[in-house]
């Protein structure tokens, strides 16, 4: 994966840079040793490294107005960083950028539980925002699986999915404001604790704009009272195409669960000699979690069982209490870890039509062959977001640029399909080259634009979500 | 009058006009702006719908009727339950999915499922300078590149004319039910809606009305699911709220859905004279700032965070509240009063400075209903 060659001009600056940060910032807020910057050499797409030109970390948003507006004056790249956890290179940084990390901001500001809204700052972890608000049995929905490592920063920029998103939403259906610091350093409040925008809305178009239009410092999030109870049921199937068809017809009969999760036998197998759930060894598993009150919930597994025995299932487990719901979750939580073990992995979040699941798979198992790479499939089945997990071995030569092109092939047949590249994780500099493949040069223009206006000079996360020729007049008409 | 037949006509006509376009879908919402009048009805017709998928794609000039009764067949809705604004401001016409998308006209249901660009999934449209432009796609999740959808639902027109829209949509619940709590203050309502809505019984639309039937007021909190499941729930509901008023229980799948629809077009006010302002703001707060001014009648919605306000022609409600948490939209006016106090509540400075500079860069020629949002 290319990366643009650093400004010479800006890296001659770093003491004058230093000197003007240590105005602004505590001195333990601004890291430049080299030993130090090589902690944010890389987030959790870890096989792309590159240590900044310094660090900072700022606690106030009047800190982060400070450093956005002498970067903005030297003309230095800033790569905003919430917790690292981007599987999409998303804060991997530049040799002549500026890491600024959000991770000491993470108070809570405000909770208003009659309005349903918390307000934290977005170095806040995901898990902890619920953490907060838990003791009067409130949650924030959106739960994507580094959720006790990510940061709410992190979660508007790559506008976070999870797991229980087919019902309650990702980061865009939860966020109801947010406090912005722009590249020059005037700090913005686009939204608040009311629920729609009175202009344009900004608020939409910050979430997901992967740290490219402000720095956002803190968040009002939208929190919803836990219903009274939630039970899985795990199903078995022999074929993909049967699990696929299940799914349909499991929504088309107008329940609405909040989670559908399916993996495949390799990953099925991995996850039984990892962590050892005591799952049915079959091709194809779903585990269908539904929600709310008993009755809801009977209600809700009755319909959901009688229709996944008419497609005859090698088995069906329906947890009795709560260590047996755990254990269901068990394999499926874990599944990642269990592809660890076997080797590294490349993990992919295209996104596809439901109805489409079958082909798909297929297709996949085909590429695998043809590449002679192992894959193993555990996604969000009720949404169409596809996870493959691809294995090699990053000590082989030519094993990693072999894994990039099958996921480039596999990115390419979900778009083919009628999906899209990235359902949750973003484009970072992973998916940056494959723009072109989903949408046309004009529409990516239009997307530049909302640059050009929120950040002229291109120096946030400059090098990211655009192909590098498509963005490269603009980022070098600023230097 | 211009009716471009298809998405490239479309383009063709915005490039070679040097004239301001008013962009009109069904024309019912009141959104009038001068120039040439730009009907967006002849792209029509859904080309996508999946419903295993809860996948809908629609041209933008497509009637919301043929929509909702091809989701009827299957059982299924446009769950944000879009507002039809004819009995309220007078208009006839036929409204249309891409003015529904253009002004994110959403109804009671907001306060539970979202707004309708909570269910946009994807957008085509013509920008000012008469380029085909799209973002998102069909599929429920979608982070590649900008969200433009978001931008697009709400802007009015002002950044391109929509042709095609992609919607998520919804399964019908088997059941609904409302509880009615009778004859309380609207600080008691806004109480009883929050108790309601920070219940674990899941309700989906929480309004009241400040003189409901025989001019009383009157409070409702809708619950919809599985039978056994919605009977629970309003049994709790019944007793929680029960200490705060007289409650009344309604099954009636008629009488509830005819309730809702109240709500939604803001029945309260039909055939009644007086300016209509639209106030969005906290929940907690409704009741301050309904203290703030007279009004003729009041609907409160999404459990107080949406206010309906009827009050004498010409008044300026936003002199009355000051800076608040929120906006206040002039939604029916005299065209002297709108253009005097402008429809859309003026924006914070760094707010607008964007969205002007958004403005410009996607309709140069400041063309596409002109001056509609600042």
């Known amino acids: 994966m290319e990366m643009p060659a650093p400004n010479l001009n800006v890296l001659s600056k770093k003491a004058e840079l230093i000197l003007r940060l240590s105005g602004v910032l505590p001195k333990d807020a601004l890291i430049h040793e080299e030993a130090e910057t090589r902690v944010y050499e890389c987030d959790a797409l870890s096989a792309y490294r590159c240590p900044p030109l310094l660090a900072v970390l700022p606690s106030t948003t009047e800190q982060v107005s400070g450093v956005l507006k002498i970067c903005n004056e030297l003309g230095v790249p800033i790569v905003p960083r919430g917790a690292g956890t981007s599987l999409a290179g998303g804060a991997l940084p530049t040799a002549d950028s500026v890491i600024l990390g959000v991770a000491r901001m993470n108070d809570v500001i405000e909770i208003d539980y009659d309005n349903r809204f918390v307000r934290v700052q977005s170095g806040r972890t995901n898990l902890s925002v619920t953490g907060a608000v838990e003791e009067r049995e409130f949650f924030y929905a959106p739960d994507p699986s ?9 979660n508007i920029a790559m506008n976070s999915g999870g797991a229980h998103c087919l019902k309650y939403g990702v980061t865009t259906n939860n966020l109801l404001g947010v406090t912005m610091v722009m590249m020059d350093g005037e700090i913005v409040e686009i939204g608040g604790a009311h629920l729609d925008a009175a202009g344009l809305d900004l608020l939409g178009l910050v979430c997901g704009s992967e740290g490219q239009l402000g720095v956002v410092t803190e968040a009002t999030l939208r929190i919803l009272r836990k219903p009274e109870g939630a039970r ?3 199903v078995g199937y022999d074929s993909n195409e049967v699990a696929g068809q299940c799914v349909s017809d499991i929504i088309k ?10 993996m495949d036998r390799p990953c099925i197998r991995a996850t039984e000699a990892f962590a050892k759930p005591g799952y049915p060894d079959c091709e194809a598993l779903l585990i269908i979690e539904v929600e709310g009150a008993e009755e809801e919930i009977e209600e809700q597994l009755a319909l959901i069982k009688e229709i996944a025995l008419r497609h005859n299932p090698v088995e069906l487990r329906e947890a009795k209490d709560a260590d047996q719901a755990a254990r269901i979750w068990l394999g499926r939580k874990s599944a990642f870890g269990a592809m660890g073990q076997i080797n590294d992995y490349m993990c992919l979040d295209g996104t596809i039509p439901v109805s489409q699941l079958p082909y798909v798979l297929r297709r996949i198992t085909e590429l695998s062959q043809e590449y002679g790479l192992a894959v193993g499939n555990v996604f969000h089945a009720g949404d169409g977001n596809m996870h493959p997990l691809i294995l090699y071995n990053a000590n082989t030569p030519g094993d990693l640029e072999k894994c990039e092109a099958m996921g480039a092939d596999i990115l390419r047949l979900c778009v083919e399909v009628g999906g899209c590249l990235t359902g949750e994780h973003g484009v970072g500099i992973e998916k940056r080259e494959l723009m072109l493949d989903q949408y046309e040069p004009v529409d990516l223009e239009a997307q530049m ?23 490269a007049a603009r980022r070098s008409a600023a230097r | 009058m211009m009716k471009p037949e298809t998405e490239a006509e479309l383009a063709e006509t915005i490039t070679a006009t040097e004239e301001p376009l008013w962009v009109k879908g069904g024309a019912t919402r009141g959104v009038v702006c001068r120039g040439t009048a730009l009907d967006t009805g002849a792209l029509a017709g859904v080309s996508l719908y999946e419903p295993d998928a809860l996948t809908l794609v629609a041209k933008a000039g497509t009637k919301v009727s043929q929509i909702e009764a091809l989701l009827a067949i299957e059982g299924q809705r446009l769950a944000f339950e879009p507002m039809d604004h004819r009995g309220l401001l007078g ?10 998308v253009a002004g994110n006209i959403s109804g009671p249901r907001r306060i539970q499922v979202g707004a309708c660009r909570d269910f946009l999934l994807g957008v085509r449209f013509v920008n ?3 380029e085909i432009v799209k973002n998102g796609g069909r599929v429920m999740k979608n982070v590649t590149g900008y969200d433009l959808v978001k931008l697009m639902a709400g802007s009015f027109g002002t950044l391109g004319v929509l042709t095609e829209v992609s919607l998520k949509v919804m399964p019908k619940p088997e059941t609904q039910a409302t509880v009615l709590v009778h004859g309380l203050s609207i600080e008691k309502a806004q109480r009883a809606m929050s108790v309601a809505l920070t219940s674990p019984f899941d309700v989906t639309g929480a309004a009241h009305l400040s003189s409901g039937s025989a001019e009383k007021p ?6 919809e699911g599985f039978d056994a499941s919605v009977a629970y729930r309003a049994k709790q509901l019944s007793a929680v709220l029960g200490e705060m008023g007289p409650v009344t229980l309604e099954t009636d799948a008629a009488a509830v859905g005819a309730i809702w629809r109240g709500v939604r077009d803001v029945e309260a006010f039909h055939d009644k004279r007086g300016d209509v302002w639209r106030i969005s703001c906290k929940p907690s707060e409704a009741p301050l700032l309904a203290g703030k001014f007279e009004a003729d009648s009041l609907v409160f919605d999404w459990g107080g965070g949406l206010i309906w306000a009827l009050v004498e022609e010409g008044t300026d409600l936003r002199a009355k509240f000051g800076a608040f948490g929120g906006h206040a939209t002039l939604v029916r ?15 914070p400075k760094g707010v607008a400075t964007l969205s002007r500079a958004l403005r410009q860069k996607f309709d140069p020629r400041g063309i596409l209903n002109a001056g509609l949002m600042g």
């Open chain 2, 333 to 347: 006016a005299s065209t002297e009063a709108v253009d005097l106090l402008g429809r859309f509540q003026p924006e």
């Open chain 2, 128 to 130: 000012g300078s008469g």
């Open chain 2, 218 to 223: 009157v409070t409702m909190i809708r619950i």
């Open chain 1, 146 to 154: 580094s959720q006790l490592a990510c940061a709410i920063a992190g």
């Open chain 1, 449 to 471: 634009m909302v640059k050009d206006v929120f950040d002229p000079q291109w120096l946030l996360n400059p090098a990211k979500v655009f192909p590098l020729n498509a963005s």
């Open chain 1, 232 to 234: 899985p049921v795990l």
């Open chain 2, 91 to 100: 208009s006839s016409g036929d409204p249309s999915i891409g003015g529904v």
């Open chain 1, 253 to 262: 009969a107008g329940v609405l669960p909040v989670a559908i999760e399916f």
